[in-house]
């Protein structure tokens, strides 16, 4: 693969709802350039983009993968997206290392909620905004209705950039209206010709349209429209590139990747107005690179500056080992150099660096400016880092955001003994997809697996499976819950055991008061007079606090409470420190069921956003689940509803809310606060822990 300057080329994201036929668009670009001799299919699993054996299996895209297309004076980077939500981080990433995100849109469905997503996420990190109205042969294919409802759908300004001839089994051809002409193409044939006698009325007011777009993008450029001038080829260009970077509309074109109709004029679009990467503003980078905490600031991409790249993806191949995949921001790069990673400061030798295409690695010599590469097998280089020239200065690049994971399952080992050989599995596991969160719950025994939704955690644990080649099982977390008394009680423990020679003997009177909630617990030693020596004071405290962590009614920990020590006895041969522990659990034991001890669950705080449409369903189904709705506030379509949730109530949140507003609702949620539980939601805990104690036993 050949060097290719900065202006020569483009990175496109290809995103959408799954199902729009990305991967079957990205496919027909392939072929139609003679990159693979026959076109595969999803549903033969053998396209260049899906190449997982899951992504093979489940018949969607799972992860982003790069798929350049070599031009003779360009390079187009196609990433082609997952259409899940749930691969949030493989979305965002892959957008945000282009310059352009290019929507596909089903001709017969419309915009679908993954497309939603996509645009917003665009948004986010003001990356223009394309649309290719796919699937233009189907049955009930309508082009117009398609802009009509992307405009709708976004509220933009939406302009063709190709027009359909013939729709749905008539669908043989576009009109390119930034060359007024009509392009027949089958695949790799394509034939120009005039524009059909019937569509040039319909060509040339869409073209007039496309004309005054450009015109807005440029303030010579309107004056010269206004005084009803001619605009240049080379003006309608720069006007449409400056009018899509700026957001003020939306190219559309038309295709099917299927019967591979429209693709000559989609790739006229992009090669003429695509951003090539010296058009971007900037890449988002710390103004103080050593302090990420400090001010966001817009790199330049630069091609006279130090190299520098940010790693936007990790791949774990069973043959070439771990890979990051970079955008170059600055300068450039070569195999077998030093580079420095700016996370930790850490300089390392880089192998060779490669293109790929797929699965597929070529060595390249150089990749220059706005140019994705990957090496291979950096030792602690993950995704979201920086890599750099280490002669200073060095730049960070600000990690991409991604919301905190909102679904859970605890995962465990069909068999207990083989728990050691899924370790490098996970880690490799997590190394790939940081959008994945694993913890271990000490109280609960639990480890916990968090993703983005159910899909992603099916993917995850089937991953798991693969590497370990171990049987995964998965059950609902546990939930946290406490227990707290309401009263004060007071009573004693007495500790006394005799055997022969030395005995045990520890005695103390404790009183239990309870505290506002959040304060954890408060010990007091109230002794005086001397009934019970200072120096076992430590003992008592210990000895309440491992009764705490034992429970009073289910064998949760006691949280939010006072226990005071005022009174005792003590043996001058028989006490010891493990007397008075024992004695101090008796006490408690002993005084706690008469405090009034209530089981508290813990409260979530969950954030909505959900379509106005669907408000109502949604504030149901939330009183449905016990919540309190503490607030909503409607920003344009949407509506962002705040709520408090038991987490023993959203079990199947992720699930019922996406069923209920059909995928168009995230949500996010964190812990906020412990609650008494209802008395019937008590008795049920109580229950359901006797029946694990007794499976434990």
Same mark, same amino acid.
Not at 63 to 68: C, F
């Given at each position: ?343 930790? *400061?850490? #300089? ?7 293109? +790929? &295409?797929?699965? $597929?690695? =070529?060595? @390249? /010599? ?86 983005? *939704?159910? #899909? ?7 991953? +798991? &499976?693969?590497? $370990?080649? =171990?049987? @995964? /099982? ?101 006490? $010891? ?121």
């Amino acid at each position: 693969m050949k060097v290719y300057q900065t202006h020569q080329l483009r990175n496109v994201a290809l995103a959408g709802h799954s199902g729009t036929g990305k991967t079957t668009l990205a496919e027909a670009l392939l072929h139609i350039h003679n990159l693979v001799d026959r076109k595969g299919t999803v549903e033969a699993g053998n396209t260049q983009s899906d190449y997982d054996p899951l992504e093979k299996d489940r018949q969607c895209s799972i992860n982003a993968t790069l798929l350049p297309i070599e031009l003779p004076e360009h390079k187009i980077n196609i990433l082609d997206c997952p259409g899940f939500r749930d691969f949030i981080g493989e979305i965002k990433n892959a957008i945000r290392a282009s310059e352009l995100a290019l929507l596909v849109v089903d001709a017969e469905s419309g915009v679908e909620v993954g497309t939603e997503f996509a645009w917003a996420f665009a948004n986010e990190y003001n990356i223009p905004v394309a649309v290719v109205v796919n699937k233009m042969d189907r049955e009930r294919a309508d082009f117009q209705r398609t802009l009509n409802n992307v405009s709708e759908i976004f509220d933009a300004h939406v302009i063709p950039v190709t027009l359909p001839i013939g729709e749905g089994p008539d669908f043989k051809g576009v009109i390119d209206l930034l060359d007024m002409k009509a392009i027949y193409d089958e695949g790799a044939n394509k034939k120009v010709e005039d524009i059909p006698e019937e569509l040039l009325e319909q060509a040339e007011e869409a073209r007039r349209a496309l004309v005054e777009a450009a015109a807005e993008g440029d303030d010579d450029l309107t004056e010269k429209f206004l005084e009803n001038e001619t605009l240049t080829e080379e003006e309608l260009r720069l006007g449409l590139r400056k009018d899509m970077q700026s957001g003020r509309f939306v190219p559309v074109v038309c295709t099917s990747a299927e019967k591979e109709i429209g693709l000559a004029g989609l790739v006229h679009f992009l090669l003429e107005e695509c951003p090539s990467p010296d058009m971007r503003a900037g890449f988002r980078a710390y103004k103080d690179p050593k302090d990420d905490g400090s001010e966001v600031v817009l790199q330049k991409l630069d091609p006279d500056a130090p190299f520098s790249g940010f790693v936007f993806k990790t791949v774990n191949d069973d043959y070439a080992g771990r890979l990051s995949l970079f955008k170059v921001v600055t300068g450039s790069v070569t195999g077998d150099c030093q580079i420095l990673n700016a996370r930790d *400061g850490q #300089t390392m030798k880089a192998g060779h660096v490669f293109a +790929l &295409r797929g699965k $597929s690695q =070529v060595q @390249v /010599e150089r990749v220059m400016t706005g140019d994705i590469g990957a090496f291979a097998k950096l030792q602690n280089v993950h995704t979201g880092d920086t890599l750099a020239d280490p002669k200073p200065p060095t730049p960070r690049f600000e990690p991409t955001h991604l919301p905190p994971p909102s679904v859970h399952l605890a995962i465990r080992t069909k068999v207990k003994s083989e728990e050691d050989k899924i370790a490098v599995a996970i880690h490799r596991l997590l190394e790939q997809d940081p959008t994945l969160r694993l913890e271990r719950d000490p109280l609960l025994h639990q480890t916990i697996l968090s993703g983005h *939704g159910d #899909t992603h955690l099916e993917v995850a644990l089937d991953r +798991l &499976r693969l590497a $370990s080649k =171990v049987e @995964v /099982e998965a059950d609902p977390p546990r939930v946290q819950y406490r227990e707290t008394i309401t009263k004060t009680a007071q009573g004693q423990g007495r500790y006394k055991k005799q055997s022969g020679g030395r005995g045990q003997y520890g005695d103390c009177w404790i009183r239990l008061e309870p505290l506002e909630r959040g304060n954890g617990f408060e010990f007091k030693w109230e002794i005086v007079g001397g009934v019970i020596p200072t120096n076992f004071q430590s003992s008592v405290e210990k000895g309440l606090r491992e009764a705490l962590n034992r429970g009073i009614l289910a064998g949760y920990p006691v949280i939010d409470m006072a226990a005071a020590c005022y009174d005792g006895s003590y043996h001058s041969v028989d006490s $010891s420190d493990m007397a008075f522990q024992v004695a101090a659990s008796l006490a408690f034991k002993n005084v706690a069921p008469q405090a009034g001890p209530v089981i508290l669950e813990p409260i979530m705080r969950v954030h909505v956003e959900v379509p106005a449409d669907y408000m109502g369903d949604v504030l149901g189904y939330i009183s449905q689940r016990r919540g309190r709705v503490s607030g909503n506030e409607q920003e344009g379509r949407k509506v962002s509803v705040s709520a408090d949730v038991p987490q023993g109530e959203m079990g199947t949140f992720s699930r019922d809310l996406r069923s209920m507003t059909q995928g168009r609702s995230v949500f996010s949620a964190e812990f906020s606060h412990y609650e008494p539980c209802p008395p019937n939601v008590q008795e049920q805990v109580i229950k359901e822990a006797r029946i694990q104690h007794e499976e434990a036993d």
